[in-house]
């Protein structure tokens, strides 16, 4: 089965950056459509942010024009850059691989958190 791991979360205040990574294991990651994921307390988890094998991109309007979603096929790597953060991004942020409509399909990794609060 094909692992993810996330990393690069943190607390960051308000108006700050942070990029989150995801490693995958595998030899098939460069076919795999994948996709950003985040569960904040008491809500259910939803896509912040795709991306296509061939770097076609999708993002959820609450994070567009802030969040950027990119891909490194030959190191099995997944990146999501966010900028102008806001108390509302706070959450756990995962990656996986996603379906044509992008819903999540594959194992879960531990997630990576993200604290925005000044």
């Known amino acids: 089965q094909v692992q993810f791991v996330e990393s690069g979360g943190g607390l960051v205040q308000p108006g700050g950056s942070l990029r989150l990574s995801c490693g995958a294991s595998g030899s098939m990651f460069r076919l795999y459509r994948m996709g950003w994921y985040r569960q904040a307390p008491g809500k259910q988890r939803e896509l912040v942010a795709g991306i296509m094998s061939g770097g076609s991109t999708k993002y959820a309007d609450s994070v567009k024009g802030r969040f950027t979603v990119s891909r490194d096929n030959a190191k099995n790597m997944v990146y999501l850059q966010m900028n102008s953060l806001k108390s509302e991004d706070t959450a756990v942020y995962y990656c996986?691989?996603?379906?044509?409509?992008?819903?999540?399909?594959?194992?879960w990794g531990q997630g990576t958190q993200v604290t925005v609060s000044s």
């Open positions: 996986n691989r996603a379906d044509s409509d992008f819903n999540p399909y594959g194992y």
